[in-house]
């Protein structure tokens, strides 16, 4: 397994649209399997296939704090929503920010399994944030797009200058070549 790069807002990568599986193989189990090394890694509770820069509608989710509940869906798509709810949200892709999100308090999905074999989940509560969540990014959408312009604003600001000032100490700290 391999831990995988994780694209961080602003990238345009995170606006595209996941394509549907075709197939489920061994070459989705293999990024299944990464993406959950990756999600363990970062830590988190969810990661979507766009987020490290594979175009599929594949996510996975684990909300437990052992880590032992991992759960993959593939080609999900909510059937219902019921309710709302209100609550705190941060990304992997959008590091170091929560706010406050309203979504679904229950969902009602339809995904394939690692296998290939279709289930339906009732989902209620930090899972159906969480698949929520996770769609949305298969969406080219992320948590940032359900908060106000000017928050959004502050935070696309602070990571871009974060991501500069990073760049920056890269230059420097790298070794000076002679050119003879």
């Known amino acids: 397994m391999a831990i995988l ?19 489920v193989d061994n070459r989705i189990r293999r990024l299944i399997d990464d993406m959950f090394e990756t999600m363990y890694a970062a830590p988190g509770i969810g990661l979507a296939a766009t987020q490290v820069n594979v175009q599929r509608q594949v996510l996975v989710i684990d909300i437990s704090k ?11 798509r909510i059937l ?14 959008v590091p170091g ?11 009602s999905v ?10 339906r989940l009732n989902a209620e509560g930090l ?6 969540h ?5 969406d080219g959408k992320l948590f940032v797009d359900h908060i106000s312009i000017l928050k959004r604003q502050r935070i696309r600001h ?9 760049a920056r100490t890269r230059q420097n700290t790298e070794p000076q070549r002679s050119v003879i």
């Open 110 to 119: 339809e995904a394939l399994d690692r296998n290939g074999n279709p289930f």
């Open 80 to 93: 219902a929503r019921e309710g709302t709810e209100q609550m705190e949200e941060g990304c992997l892709s």
């Open 127 to 132: 899972l159906a944030v969480c698949i929520q």
């Open 5 to 23: 790069d994780i694209l961080v807002f602003p990238d345009p990568r995170l606006r595209q649209k996941a394509q549907p599986v075709e197939q």
């Open 134 to 138: 996770e769609i949305d990014h298969l």
């Open 158 to 166: 602070k990571l871009e200058k974060q991501r500069k000032e990073a």
């Open 66 to 76: 052992e880590h032992d509940s991992p759960m993959c869906l593939i080609n999900p």
């Open 97 to 107: 920010f929560f706010e406050t999100v309203t979504r679904a308090a229950h969902v």
